[in-house]
Nanobody
């Protein structure tokens, strides 16, 4: 079994910054694509950004130029640096990862979510 544990959410004023962190632990052989999704109240969960094991990134248009994803493969962690935050960025942010176990089966995992609130 694998656990994804997020941290770093909170309350920030518009224009401010936050950094989210997600650490994977458990029965891990390798981790493929990692990413962040978000879900605002009354809305569907949506993709924010992803990063491959080789470092290739993909961003939703609404965060391009403001958010940066990175990962540390040695530590099985993924970070999300969020700058120039807007009230519409308010949501629960979820970490996601495709994890291959030592038995070479691949499973998709989700973190428990961390609340980000952008408000004055």
């Amino acid at each position: 079994q694998v656990q994804l544990v997020e941290s770093g959410g909170g309350l920030v004023q518009p224009g401010g910054s936050l950094r989210l962190s997600c650490a994977a632990s458990g029965s891990i052989f390798s981790i493929g694509v990692m990413g962040w999704y978000r879900q605002a109240p009354g809305k569907q969960r949506e993709l924010v950004t992803t990063i491959t094991g080789g470092g290739s990134t993909n961003y939703a248009d609404f965060v391009k130029g403001r958010f940066t994803i990175s990962r540390d493969n040695a530590k099985n962690t993924v970070l999300l640096q969020m700058n120039s935050l807007k009230p519409e960025d308010t949501a629960v942010y979820y970490c996601n990862a495709w994890v291959t176990s030592p038995s070479l089966s691949t499973t998709n995992y989700w973190g428990q979510g961390t609340q980000v609130t952008v408000s004055s």
